[in-house]
C-alpha cells in the first residue's frame, strides 16, 4: 500500500527551527521525484522544495531558500525537511509527496496527511 506520513510540526517562534519527517512505503519512495507542498489558510497548496535524486535537481520555493533543506535517508525511506530561522508566513500544513516526474506544481501522485507548522511572531 502506497503510503507517505508525515511528523514533526509544531507551534515553534519565530526564529525557531523544525524538522520534519516523511516516512514512506517502497513505491513512493523509489518513484523519480519527491517534495514537499504547504497549504496556509484561505491559500492555495504551494511548493516548497521538489527534489530527484536521479539527476532532476532541487528547486526550492524563493522565499525558502538559504532557510530549508531537503533531504532522505534511503535506509530508512524517509524524506526530511530541515526548517530554520522560521518565520510567521511558514504558517501552513506541510506535505510530503511523490510522483512519477519532476514538477514544483501541486499534482503529485501520492500525498501524505498533512502535518501542522504553526510560526508565532
Known amino acids: 500500500q502506497d503510503q507517505l506520513v508525515e511528523s514533526g510540526g509544531g507551534l515553534v517562534q519565530a526564529g525557531d527551527s523544525l524538522r520534519l519527517s516523511c516516512a514512506a512505503s517502497e513505491r513512493p519512495f523509489s518513484m523519480y521525484s519527491m517534495g514537499w507542498f504547504r497549504q496556509a489558510p484561505g491559500k492555495e497548496r504551494e511548493h516548497v522544495v521538489v527534489?530527484?535524486?536521479?539527476?532532476?535537481?532541487?528547486y526550492y520555493r524563493d522565499s525558502v531558500k538559504g532557510r530549508f533543506t531537503i533531504s532522505r535517508d534511503t535506509a530508512k525511506k524517509t524524506l526530511y525537511l530541515q526548517m530554520t530561522n522560521l518565520k510567521p508566513e511558514d504558517t501552513a500544513i506541510y506535505y510530503c509527496a511523490a510522483n512519477k516526474f519532476l514538477t514544483t506544481d501541486p499534482i503529485y501522485e501520492i500525498w501524505g496527511q498533512g502535518t501542522q507548522v504553526t510560526v508565532s511572531s
Open positions: 527534489a530527484s535524486w536521479s539527476g532532476g535537481g532541487t
